[in-house]
């Protein structure tokens, strides 16, 4: 069973282009959690999606990111116009998500976008 | 807003002896604390879990105790390896809330 998947790994955009990080949730899990890594801090939350749904978005910056969950396909985050603050590591991390039994959420290896 | 700190950045111990890293939290509504392994380069692992009504888990190697009088959590790991070279995180998780929280993290160096 393979575990949660990230590409690209690395990333390295200039300010004002366009970043697209995905994620493939282990499978048979439908919730997707995506989190940012400065370096030496901990993970900060930013979204949570259902397939098709955004159910938590409030750790997400108001404007130039966006996050998807297609149906069918992995998971998307956004970033455009990039910035040089946008330099981090994004972590993604899927559930099997059984209400109110388990928290369980199981991390990809990031992917470390860098801006230049 | 609730947060989960650490007390100390960095932690060097010798290989063999033991190890406690330690976590302070603010949110008495948590349901779950768990600790992270972070190793260079990779994303974070789980290493164990203990339920709010809980005081004390043990796993293999690690236990980790929760005193909610005071609001802290420590992990403790015995005989230390190599291998437990790392950044450690405590997080905290609300059903309803849904979102991991994480603390700062602690760096573990492991002394040969």
């Known amino acids: 069973n393979a575990g949660v998947m990230q590409n690209p790994r690395h990333l390295v955009r200039r300010r004002g282009q366009e970043a697209r990080l995905r994620c493939s949730p282990m499978?048979?899990?439908?919730?997707v959690y995506w989190y940012r890594q400065l370096p030496e801090e901990g993970l900060k939350f930013m979204v949570y999606l259902q397939k098709e749904n955004i159910i938590d978005e409030s750790g997400m910056p108001k404007e130039r990111f966006s996050a998807e969950f297609p149906k069918e396909g992995p998971s998307i985050l956004r970033i455009q116009q990039v910035v040089r603050g946008d330099s981090a590591a994004y972590f993604c991390?899927?559930?099997?998500?059984?209400?109110?039994?388990?928290?369980?959420?199981?991390f990809g290896p990031g992917t470390r976008l860098t801006v230049t | 807003g609730e947060s989960v700190g650490l007390h100390l950045p960095t932690l060097s111990v010798q290989e063999g002896d033991n190890s406690i890293i330690n976590c302070a939290y603010s949110?008495?509504?948590?349901?779950?604390f768990i600790w992270y392994k972070q190793e260079s380069g990779k994303g974070p692992q789980f290493i164990i879990d203990?339920?709010?009504?809980?005081d004390k888990r043990q796993g293999q190697r690690v236990t980790v105790l929760l005193n909610k009088t005071v609001k802290h959590l420590s992990l403790q790991i015995a005989a230390t390896q190599p291998g437990d070279s790392a950044v450690y995180f405590c997080?905290?998780?609300?059903?309803?809330?849904?979102?991991?929280?994480f603390g700062t993290g602690t760096r573990l160096t492991i002394i040969p």
């Open positions: 203990i339920r709010s009504n809980m």
């Open positions: 949110n008495s509504a948590s349901d779950y």
């Open positions: 991390a899927s559930s099997p998500r059984v209400p109110g039994q388990s928290y369980e959420q199981y």
């Open positions: 997080a905290e998780y609300t059903f309803g809330n849904e979102k991991l929280t």
């Open positions: 499978k048979g899990h439908s919730h």
